[in-house]
């Protein structure tokens, strides 16, 4: 585990040496932004409006106490959302899909040998093919973050309220009440390290793949593994650093 975390480091050191010129980072940044977070709108939207949904129901359900106000649900999806459900869930789908991608079409361009043949060329094959993939992460999860938390809560509000549940204006004084702002700040912060941590990871698997097809497939694989664990040991820490 340390040789290969070591392996990581390293290869981390290389994204910044020999670097690109910065319009061509630019727009391959540019690039992996729209390939990232553009093509991930829709599985975001589809998730976190029907977590919300699905949190607004089961709060409700098991909310039976008469002293206990209705407008508590609106706030439970709130800080449920913010917390952890938007950042969290969501950059664990995105370990799925975007992970997956990133170590697939590194693995096959080793595989293929077109990273040799940009080797030869004198460019530096890990500046030009996953330094943009990490900046472009970076940028876009917490965009995702932040649509996902509107969808959540407003996926909330439709179910609760189409079921009867609760009236508009409880949910609405429910997600109004307490509210802390650092928390949404808190949800960012870690959008951006699980952003990082998905996409260097899935790089430095697809990276790394030698053999065949067989051997791309275990490499995406791997990623979306060890991404996920990355995040569940990182949204650990940062919840006891920050909160």
Do not use: C, W
């Not at 030869?120 to 030009?128: D, L, R, W």
């Amino acid at each position: 585990m340390l040789q290969h975390f070591g392996k990581y480091l390293l290869f981390m050191s290389t994204l910044f040496s020999r670097g690109e010129s910065p319009r061509i980072l630019f727009n391959r940044t540019m690039d992996e932004a729209i390939i990232i977070g553009i093509n991930s709108i829709f599985i975001v939207a589809i998730v976190s409006t029907f977590i919300g949904a699905v949190t607004s129901v089961q709060i409700s359900y098991n909310l039976d106490n008469a002293f206990i106000p209705r407008s508590t649900i609106g706030f439970m999806v709130r800080e449920m959302t913010l917390l952890e459900l938007a950042p969290t869930i969501t950059s664990i789908v995105l370990a799925g899909k975007v992970g997956s991608s990133i170590a697939g079409g590194l693995g096959t361009m080793q595989i293929t040998e077109q990273v040799d043949a940009l080797e030869v060329m004198g460019i530096n094959s890990t500046s030009y093919l996953v330094l943009p993939k990490v900046i472009a992460s970076i940028l876009v999860f917490p965009m995702l973050v932040i649509l996902a938390m509107f969808l959540s809560i407003g996926g909330g509000f439709i179910a609760g309220t189409l079921t009867g549940e609760i009236s508009q204006q409880e949910y609405i004084s429910g997600i109004r009440s307490d509210f802390i702002p650092y928390n949404v700040v808190f949800a960012l912060i870690k959008s951006v390290v699980f952003a990082f941590l998905i996409s260097s990871i899935s790089s430095f698997k697809g990276y790394y793949t030698s053999g065949g097809a067989l051997e791309v497939g275990q490499a995406s694989t791997g990623a979306v593994t060890n991404s996920v664990i990355a995040i569940l040991v990182a949204d650990f820490v940062l919840a006891n650093l920050l909160l």
